[in-house]
């Protein structure tokens, strides 16, 4: 799954249930998705293009730009 991928099944979800999703949301779950399933079943989720921490949150450029 890219992280395109990733991110649209977030926004698809937060639409259904009704949540506003911002792109800071967003970015907090890809990485707490990353991380989920690169501890519990070691493959990486977004097929290398991987996430970035930064001092105040991580980045993935691609999902983030998809919401501008």
Request: aromatic content about 10%; charged content about 20%; some cysteine.
């Amino acid at each position: 799954m890219c992280s395109s991928a990733l991110a649209n099944f977030f926004i698809d979800k937060a639409k259904e249930e009704c949540i506003i999703m911002s792109n800071l949301k967003l970015q907090k779950l890809m990485f707490i998705g990353y991380g989920w399933t690169l501890a519990l079943i070691d493959k990486d989720l977004t097929e290398t293009e991987g996430l970035a921490a930064w001092p105040c949150s991580s980045v993935n450029l691609s999902p983030n730009e998809m919401l501008w």
